[in-house]
């Protein structure tokens, strides 16, 4: 199945990540330097593994697994300057909780709610530490079942054009 242009990009990590690179790539360590580098192919390049992002990622392949059952599913990339999935959740304090039942939150997927222990979806306020449990679990069970992946302490540099092209046209993504 042809998706369109595909995206190579550039990926820089400083040490200090989870350091756990579970796809095919190129390393290349450079001398006296802490950044590892790689050359990643993917149909969609998200940036940001927050709600939107997570959410993006997570309706689309499910929308394509559901009306393209012959079909492989788009490759996906999610970077994120965090080192686990979550977005602004990972620097929020610890005693931050949803404002919103859990049920209104989350990807379509997979609920947040608790399915046990009394508490139902229109009154559970999910933790912060339950958050990000949570898309932690959304992203295993993406990688399951989809090309997914998830690549934390990563940053997606704009500005360096040499760090993304695509196979039709070998420009820059802008």
Sequence with gaps: QDHGDRISAT??????????????EEKKDRVGDETEKATLTCDYLVIGAGATGMAFADT????????????TAPSVIIVDKHPKPGGQWNDSYSFVRLHQPSKCYGVESEKLEPTEGGEDGDTHRA?????????????KKLGDKFEFQFI????????QSKNASTEDDGGALY
């Design 11 to 24: 990926e820089s990590r400083t040490n200090g990540g989870d350091g756990n690179m579970n796809h095919e």
């Design 152 to 159: 934390g302490g990563t940053w997606f540099d704009f500005d």
């Design 127 to 139: 933790t912060r530490e339950e958050i990000l449990a949570y898309y932690e679990t959304v992203c």
């Design 60 to 71: 689309m392949l499910k929308s394509f697994a559901a009306t393209n059952a012959s079909s």
